[in-house]
């Protein structure tokens, strides 16, 4: 895929020149932004009795309520119930399940109350029996030309201004950045180079089942129905070690499937940092935290503070929140 | 693990000086040689039709046979019979097959004759109940002591001098190298960077079941039994898919094995390179192909030449096999 949406670059090239010095001019002052730096400055200063060596300074994001909004639902669910909805009008039998039948007319109310279940069931019929290559190209296509409901920008364009600023800040500091997503390894692939800068082998996500085959001379790979790999909660360490191999000196996320990673990357000898994304503006984007099943957070805000983590107040420390907006 | 073992570094820097503008000083002058040369001219040169810009520029290795040697059996599966004979010491009821009881007695050719099921389960028994850390300090820890039967060496030293320098080159030339085996992932891990200058993200291999938790305060990985991903024949595209997402441009093995993952790589649209080392050298490594189970190449042989792979005939191509000796 060679389609250019360079839309962070974009975003950051209109910074104010006089600005450029501030490594996230999106971030307000105030102690979020001041730790990050302190971190960054103390890991990367040969004098610091916490420098770390370059090649150990790996940081890794969430993505869904991290790096982008994950409101009013994974954008991944509605990309799903947008391939289904298209299933459905050729074969109408794909409607199997009453959420699956929900998902078709849209009914968020029962779809939402078919749980992580009901959502898996959708990721699962809609995904399956396509090539990752096609089925990349059909996401990238819907993530950069679909509007979000509530705010008309494409699914792309809401990625998180202040995060997209963190994560070349790091990149400049020699980090190696990776996405360690509950959501789909393909779904995140299409799209992580253009909107993060992050190409598909420091993607880490939630895996099915793939297989590979040479169909008249063409090597084909084949997406399965079903999961093999869920990269969620304590799966998130897990696909760390097994797709890095080492743990991380920088872990940001914003639920409680997100503790486990940066409890992982604070834990024990060495430096670490652990950041938190604290959904509270509802105006600029969603408030939320304990409630729901979208993106919850009770154990980070309990316990995050007592460990050390950044927890960030996104109506009041970011001064933007999309990029261009 | 911080113990240095910079075996390919101290091997590089003992070549003559007047030989090095030469990239592969321990390759024989011939076809072999110039494919591969030719070949990394033509996709680094910015003015040839051919030319792949730098972050495409991947290429998968295979391990066992390929960047070190594999006989008289994996290194791995040697490890894993010390570490089961070691088990077996302190509680004999771990034999609990004929094939258990052959690998504690090291009566190879029953173990052989066990075939590739009888492998796996040594190496399942022998891996379980660990952490991948524990693991990979004690299987570097034997990769760098025990000696090998046949050459007396550590095993570490036995990796191929002419596919160091070829890793080398192509990382000179921005080049992404990655090893893609059939081996088990923490097993290579363990020595990667020191033998190969391969950090742990850049190594694909078969994969035990893993679990985190944490334990007293202490996070904490646990390697189960069992295999959750075998990175062999056409599993090796798969892990490609999975770890890179990308496909490689060049692409090494020595037997069927491999066979689909350079085909994957050849095969298509763009330039792609694939290698195959033929051990012919029965004098300074070993010389096999077609018979027994350790590296069986045989579709390799009579099908790769047509499909335009360079086949490395160990004997007459490489001037050297193993660094320093």
Do not use: C
Not at 44 to 62: G, L, N
Not at 75 to 98: I, K
Not at 127 to 144: G, I, M, N, R, V
Not at 154 to 180: C, K
């Amino acid at each position: 895929m060679r389609i250019s949406l360079p839309l962070a670059l974009v975003a950051l090239t209109s910074v104010p020149a006089a600005l450029l010095a501030d490594p996230l001019p999106s971030w307000n002052e105030g102690a979020a932004k001041d730790s990050i730096i302190a971190f960054v400055d103390s890991v990367t200063d040969p004098d610091s009795a916490d420098f770390v060596p370059v090649k150990d300074r790996i940081a890794t994001f969430d993505n869904d309520g991290t790096l982008w909004t994950e409101q009013p639902i994974y954008f991944q669910l509605l990309y799903a119930m947008e391939v289904l909805r298209r299933m459905a009008a050729e074969d109408p039998s794909v409607l199997s399940s009453d959420v699956l039948k929900a998902a078709n007319e849209g009914d968020m109310a029962v779809v939402m109350a078919g749980g992580e279940e009901g959502l898996l069931e959708i990721l699962d019929v809609s995904h399956a029996d396509t090539t990752p290559e096609a089925f990349k190209t059909s996401a990238y296509e819907w993530l950069t030309t679909a509007e979000h409901p509530a705010t008309g920008l494409p699914y792309a364009g809401m990625t998180f201004q202040p995060m997209l600023e963190l994560l070349s800040y790091l990149r400049d500091e020699d980090f190696a950045t990776y996405i360690v997503s509950g959501g789909g390894i393909d779904f995140i692939r299409a799209i992580a180079d253009d909107a993060y800068g992050i190409p598909p082998w420091q993607v880490v996500g939630s895996e099915g089942r793939v297989s590979y085959e040479v169909i008249d001379g063409v090597p084909t790979f084949t997406k399965g129905g079903g999961m093999t790999f869920l990269d969620d909660k304590e799966g998130k360490p897990v696909g760390i070690m097994r797709h890095i191999g080492q743990k991380p000196i920088f872990a940001a996320g914003n639920s409680d499937g997100d503790f486990a990673m940066i409890d992982y990357t604070t834990a024990g000898e060495g430096p670490g940092f652990g950041l938190i994304v604290h959904h509270t503006d509802a105006e600029r984007e969603y408030a939320y935290d304990r409630e729901g099943f979208i993106g919850t957070l009770d154990r980070g805000l309990d316990e995050g503070p007592d460990r050390g983590w950044t927890i960030v107040d996104m109506a009041r420390d970011w001064a933007r929140i999309y990029p261009g907006h």
